[in-house]
Nanobody, 121 residues
Framework: QVQLVESGGGLVQAGGSLRLACTAAGLTFATYRMDWLRQAPGKDRQFVASISWNGVSTDYADSVKGRFIISRDNAKNTMWLQMNTLKPEDTAVYYC??????????????WGQGIQVTVSS
């Protein structure tokens, strides 16, 4: 059974930092491109960041570029999202998701359950 489990969320003041982790089990982690997405109350789920299977290629939403860093360690079956200079508008439930390399963003094989990040002003 495939599991993606997010951790590291919580409450932080604006300008602060958080580091989210996504730990995978039951799949060959190194063969999947991994994404972070988020969903704020009353809004659609939106793409945040993506990293290729080998960590060489990354992509970010404009809203987080320069503030968030995505990384992974295939030996640990884990992906991270380092979030710096957080803003109240970053408040959302954050999800990790796995997709096969040739699949476009939005076409995911597996999802995590999500974790809350709240940024206070």
């Amino acid at each position: 059974q495939v599991q993606l489990v997010e951790s590291g969320g919580g409450l932080v003041q604006a300008g602060g930092s958080l580091r989210l982790a996504c730990t995978a089990a039951g799949l060959t982690f190194a063969t999947y491109r991994m994404d972070w997405l988020r969903q704020a109350p009353g809004k659609d789920r939106q793409f945040v960041a993506s990293i290729s299977w080998n960590g060489v290629s990354t992509d970010y939403a404009d809203s987080v570029k320069g503030r968030f860093i995505i990384s992974r360690d295939n030996a640990k079956n884990t992906m991270w999202l380092q979030m710096n200079t957080l803003k109240p508008e970053d408040t959302a439930v954050y999800y990790c998701a796995a997709r096969r390399p040739h699949f476009a963003a939005g076409n995911y094989d597996y999802w995590g359950q999500g974790i809350q990040v709240t940024v206070s002003s």
